[in-house]
């Protein structure tokens, strides 16, 4: 079993930045991936980046490229989500998950999931 536990939500006004944790714990591993995920209310949850243990090697949505930052200090078995220009429609609650096998961008192949934390950004 792996634990996962995100922090750093809370709220922002548009053109702020926020930085998003998520420790890891329990049975991690090196071989799996780790991807942020977004739900905003009445939506399907959604692929925001996803960052490889080893080597670091990342992928992004297109919505979030170039605001977004995902990276990971191995010492600690923490990712963290760099959000920078945050908007409104990035308004949402966000989680972290596991995944074995990397890019991976649907959220049913995700192996384990944090609780979320929420960021809200009003305009």
């Known amino acids: 079993q792996v634990q996962l536990v995100e922090s750093g939500g809370g709220l922002a006004q548009a053109g702020d930045s926020l930085r998003l944790s998520c420790a890891a714990s329990?049975?991690?591993?090196?071989?799996?991936?780790m991807g942020w995920f977004r739900q905003a209310p009445g939506k399907e949850r959604e692929f925001v980046a996803v960052i490889k243990w080893t080597g670091g090697s990342t992928y992004y949505a297109d919505s979030v490229k170039g605001r977004f930052t995902i990276s990971r200090d191995n010492a600690k078995n923490t990712v963290y989500l760099q959000m920078r220009s945050l908007k409104p429609e990035d308004t949402a609650v966000y989680y972290c998950a596991a995944v074995r096998v990397y890019p991976e961008v649907r959220p049913t192949r995700y192996d384990y999931w944090g609780q979320g934390t929420q960021v809200t950004v009003s305009s």
């Open positions: 329990g049975r991690t591993s090196s071989s799996y991936a």
